[in-house]
Structure formats: structure tokens, C-alpha cells
């Protein structure tokens, strides 16, 4: 599985689920008793869970380092998404949110989450390969769309996964009770937030696609393609930083993620 730092899930997850939290009506919050969330990261969807349901939320993870900030904000317990520290039945829901996409067999983590639940089992996960840039900087939508193509040629999971999540969940044998989906849109709009800032930085140093060379050279994507590519995009974060200056620089990013939502069969 791969591992992500405190900031990357910070700025990816950042607002989630501030304009609306239609889509998690199936998992019926208000009516749980007790919810694990599993693969937790920082804890934004366990926040979110605390306030929609008056049970307990309890997080869970395998780094230690962003379970920590997690606990700030509800208990939090270690443990490993294929072999979760729960007893069978333990909790009414398990729900993940783009966990699956990073594990090479999902179908495995839902038939774990089928054990320590009693009834629900759901997972939010995105369509990566579904995003959808508007920029104001006229290179970015392409390049950005190149960069996806490469990274979803070379890594090894499942990360457009979507609403195909149901496949695992069918797998598990579960059955599937709703599927959801959810646009997670990302506006970047004077002023602008020091988030910003540090994305546009890195886009003229080309740091971002650094940390995704070897990903994306796994693929069929060469070197010379991928130097030629890395050169455009520090040209793309230049001029991304020149329209900060002016104040023009707008941009609104779409991901979509779709809410699968599973009934464990009774025993």
C-alpha cells in the first residue's frame, strides 16, 4: 500500500465534504451506534462522521504518525485495513474513504470490514481518471491530463476505481444497497490560500512530477517523454505563479468520488 504524508492528505482532502454531505445519507448516521473508519489518515471523514452521528466513531490506521492527528478529534485505534484489531460484529459500520484505490486487492480489505460489521460496510472512492481541470492558464488542462495518463499507466492499483468498488463489495458478498456519487471540486481564486502557493511552486520546480517520476516510468512512458513533459510543466508553473502575481490566476478542479454502500448478509 502506498503511503502518503500529513500534508498530501491535508491538501487532498482538504473541504471534502464542506458543501454537502448528500451523499453519505445511505449510511444512515444518525442511527449508528458504533462506525469505524479505516484507513483514517488525519481523520477528516471521522470528523465528519462524529458530527453527522451521536454514536462512537472510532479511527483506525497503520501509520502511527497520522493516526496521531486523528486522535485529537475522536478514540483512534492501529491496525492494519486486511487485519483489523476488532472482534466480528463489533461495529454497525466500517467505511473507508480512498483507501481501496491504494491496495492491490480490495475485494480482501471489504471481506475484513464484512467481519467486524453487523450490518453496513461503505466506501468513498474517486474516479482519478475522471478529474476534470478549468484553468485559467491555458496549458495546464492538457498537461495535467498527460501527467494522469502517465501515472495511471504505471501504478499499480486501481486508482480510477470508482464506482466499479461495487465489483469488490460483490465479491465480498455483500450486497449492495446504493451507489453515490460526489463532486469534490477544488477552487484555487484570490486571495490565495499558502496551500496554493506551495502547489505553484512546485509546479515551476517541477517538483510534483518528480515525486511521481518512477510511478510514471513504470508505464510506457520514457525518460526523454517524461523530461520533455517535467520541461512544459515548469514552463505551465511559471506562468501559473506570473497570473498569482497579477491576481488573475484562476483555476476549478473536479474529482469525482462514488459512495458504495453494502449490506453484510446475516449469519
Avoid at 502506498?2 to 482532502?13: A, G, H, N, Q
Avoid at 451523499?23 to 458530527?51: F, H, K, Q
Avoid at 496549458?139 to 464506482?163: C, Q, S
Wanted: glycine share 6%; hydrophobic share 40%.
Amino acid at each position: 500500500m502506498r503511503e502518503f504524508s500529513e500534508s498530501y492528505l491535508d491538501r487532498t482532502r482538504e473541504g471534502m465534504w464542506a458543501d454537502s454531505r448528500a451523499a453519505l445519507e445511505p449510511l444512515a448516521l444518525d442511527t449508528r451506534d458504533r462506525i469505524l473508519d479505516v484507513g483514517c489518515g488525519t481523520g477528516e471523514l471521522s470528523r465528519v462522521l462524529a458530527a453527522e452521528s451521536s454514536g462512537e466513531v472510532i479511527a483506525c490506521d497503520a501509520d502511527l504518525d497520522l493516526l496521531a492527528a486523528a486522535a485529537e478529534h475522536v478514540p483512534a485505534v492501529a491496525g492494519d485495513a486486511l487485519r483489523l484489531p476488532f472482534a466480528d460484529d463489533a461495529v454497525d459500520l466500517v467505511v473507508c474513504q480512498a483507501l481501496l484505490i491504494n491496495l492491490p486487492d480490495p475485494a480482501a480489505a471489504v471481506t475484513e470490514f464484512a467481519r467486524v460489521s453487523s450490518d453496513l460496510v461503505a466506501a468513498v472512492e474517486p474516479d482519478n481518471a475522471a478529474v476534470e481541470i478549468d484553468s485559467s492558464v491555458d496549458a495546464e488542462g492538457t498537461l495535467e491530463r498527460r501527467a494522469r495518463r502517465a501515472y495511471l499507466d504505471g501504478v499499480d492499483t486501481d486508482v480510477a476505481l470508482g464506482a466499479d468498488a461495487r465489483e469488490a463489495f460483490e465479491t465480498a458478498g455483500l450486497e449492495v444497497i446504493a451507489t453515490r456519487r460526489y463532486d469534490h471540486v477544488r477552487t484555487v481564486e484570490p486571495p490565495y490560500s499558502e496551500g496554493a502557493l506551495t502547489a505553484a511552486r512546485r509546479k515551476a520546480t517541477g517538483e510534483g512530477l518528480a515525486d511521481d517520476r518512477e510511478t510514471m516510468l513504470a508505464g510506457e512512458l520514457s525518460e526523454g517523454e517524461y523530461d520533455d513533459l517535467r520541461g512544459s510543466w515548469r514552463e505551465m508553473g511559471r506562468d501559473v505563479i506570473e497570473q498569482m502575481r497579477d491576481r488573475e490566476y484562476r483555476r476549478e478542479e473536479v474529482v469525482p468520488f462514488h459512495v458504495t454502500v453494502g449490506r453484510v448478509p446475516e449469519s
